[in-house]
């Protein structure tokens, strides 16, 4: 500044200098430089330094803000410095590139030009290119500064991918062009973020680094295991170089793993009590189980152990014990029966039972198998039409088989869908949709197998398990299950002590009784010397319901001329269990 008047007046001028001038790369949504204090400037950038852009999505580069700030000799002083004056927008400061292929100033709409600069401040420097260009930053003819700006790739052609390499392990791998990039990857299922996407520092905070596969090398991976089966996962990755974290995140969507294993039964049983019905027309009981996932457990009962050549294929218990009778039965041994017929060997009862966990992947199921099955006809049925005459004095003996032995077989198939045999494959996009950097979104495609969807079942051979107790074998995983149960843990078999009882009247000897079960009855007469002098049977086909037989003279007729007598009788169920015989004194009168 300067002052003049006459001869006897003085003249002054006060004249500011730039002492300094420097340079502030920063981030491009900036209205204004990150600090005048020039003890306080972040970002600067010395003199023959380079300035890196590097690719942010897969069709742009970053683009960073430049601030030229002038030291004048007049700044205000600050604590440990001065306050700059911002000479970015000064018609006197010019920023120049070498190579406007490489990279190019553009419009910044957030900062506020000079009242003087009617153009805008054009201080975005975006990246356009892979390579290098010359800046020179001048001010006026008083300063003039030299820089490189290196616009660079961050993978290789083709990268980042991911595969599925299993039903639980996905592997992310990133070719990088530089030794300095480092890779962070967050894996996690789709349903955590939906359609919105975690920021970079999310995916450093949660992530795992991906390493290198040998040292030195530019290819990096990460192997990620012990993942949920059937279940869509998407990687998110940031990538931070030796100056910065990329702002940027690359999405890798669809990681879909695959079930590619049967269900497993981790509990089965206690089962509760084996109740045939009073009628002895069917058996019924229920089996608790607790599967690994969600599935349909099929199940098919079999009795008559002594006929079964063999454990039914799985693919038998499936169909609910009717496949063809040469895969499970003896025919040689099913016509020694009394019914002589090989039907006798097929299943009794058969069922399915789906079970559906809540969630997706591996869940825990449990439910009840509600299980009923026919009982054969009794062995003495034929009987029951005949006289009280008609079964005395005459020796029968019905053919009792044990049929109280069941093999139970429980084999259990997954839920579709489980993406069985699915191919994932991932691709870069060869560019981008946006106009700027922005999430960089590499959808993969998980493809069905040419044949269709395929269940998971369980194998044979069968895993023997005890129902009285709660569990399974250790090792049994996959593997479909047989049990053993009887019947006989029913409604014991006895007599009813309220309706059983011998009486005598003059010289008749009646016998009243009631069963539980459904049995034959034997009974016999003794004189005081063993000797037996009537006997017969009765088929008592009710449970609980009261029956008698009198007696009024011996087998060989004539009539009782003693007066001691033991009367004896006992009592067989279907099954062949027979009670230990009573015998009970008699006295005529």
């Not at 001329?561 to 067989?572: I, M, R």
Request: glycine share 6%; aromatic share 8%.
């Amino acid at each position: 500044s300067s002052s003049s008047s006459s001869s006897n007046t003085t003249s002054t001028a006060n004249v500011i200098t730039l002492l300094s001038m420097s340079m502030i790369s920063s981030v491009a949504n900036l209205a204004a430089p990150p600090s005048l204090n020039s003890s306080y400037t972040t970002g600067a950038v010395t003199a023959g330094s380079t300035i890196r852009l590097f690719k942010c999505d897969w069709s742009h580069y970053e683009q960073r803000s430049i601030w030229i700030l002038g030291r004048l000799s007049n700044c205000s002083n600050l604590v440990g410095g001065c306050l700059q004056t911002n000479l970015t927008s000064q018609p006197l400061t010019t920023m120049t590139l070498g190579n406007l292929t490489v990279a190019s100033f553009q419009n910044n709409p957030l900062a506020i030009p000079p009242a003087n600069n009617t153009l805008g401040v054009n201080n975005l420097l975006s990246g356009a290119n892979v390579g290098t260009s010359n800046l020179v930053v001048s001010f006026a003819s008083v300063s003039s500064t030299s820089y490189t700006v290196s616009v660079e790739d961050v993978f290789a052609s083709g990268y980042p991918i991911a595969s599925v390499v299993s039903n639980t392990t996905v592997v992310v791998t990133a070719a990088v062009l530089s030794t300095d990039v480092s890779v962070t990857c967050w894996l996690t299922p789709n349903s955590t973020y939906g359609s919105s996407v975690p920021s970079a520092a999310v995916v450093l905070a949660y992530g795992v680094s991906l390493a290198r596969i040998t040292t030195g090398s530019l290819t990096l991976q990460l192997n990620t295991t012990n993942l949920a089966e059937a279940t869509n996962y998407t990687a998110y990755l940031a990538v931070t170089t030796s100056l910065r974290t990329l702002s940027n995140v690359y999405v890798l969507s669809n990681l879909l793993t695959s079930d590619a294993l049967a269900p497993t039964f981790t509990t089965v049983g206690l089962s509760t009590a084996l109740t045939p019905s009073q009628d002895s027309s069917y058996f019924s009981f229920s089996l608790p189980v607790t599967l690994s996932e969600s599935s349909t457990v099929m199940y098919a009962v079999y009795r008559n152990t002594s006929c079964i050549t063999g454990d039914p294929t799985v693919e038998d218990t499936m169909m609910g014990g009717m496949a063809p009778c040469s895969s499970t039965c003896s025919s040689v041994a099913a016509s020694t029966m009394q019914t002589g017929t090989v039907a006798d060997c097929q299943a009794v009862a058969s069922g399915n039972l789906t079970l559906i966990g809540s969630g997706s992947g591996s869940v825990s199921v449990s439910g009840t198998l509600n299980i009923q099955g026919l009982l054969p006809g009794s062995p003495f049925a034929k009987y029951s039409a005949n006289t009280t005459d008609q079964l005395a004095c005459t020796t029968i003996s019905p053919t009792f088989t044990n049929l109280s032995s069941h093999y139970i077989y429980l084999v259990a198939q997954d839920i579709l869908p489980n993406y069985k045999n699915y191919t994932v494959s991932c691709s870069p996009p060869s560019t981008s949709t946006s106009t700027s950097c922005s999430t960089a979104y590499e959808p993969c495609v998980a493809a069905p197998p040419a044949d269709g969807d395929s269940v998971n079942v369980q194998a044979t051979p069968y895993t023997y398990i005890d129902l009285t107790t709660v569990g399974i074998r250790s090792g049994a995983s996959q593997h479909a299950v047989q049990a053993l149960f009887d019947l006989s843990a029913g409604t014991a078999l006895a007599f009813l002590a309220s309706a059983t009882n011998v009486t005598a009247m003059s010289r008749t000897i009646t016998f009243s009784f009631a069963v539980t079960r459904r049995a034959w009855i034997e009974y016999r007469l003794f004189d005081y010397n063993g000797n037996r002098l009537y006997y017969g049977y009765v088929p008592a086909m009710t449970a609980n319901q009261g029956m008698s037989v009198s007696i009024s003279r011996p087998c060989s007729g004539g009539t009782f001329n003693q007066t001691a007598y033991t009367f004896w009788y006992t009592a067989t169920d279907d099954n062949g269990l027979t009670l230990n015989p009573v015998s009970i004194a008699v006295l005529l009168s």
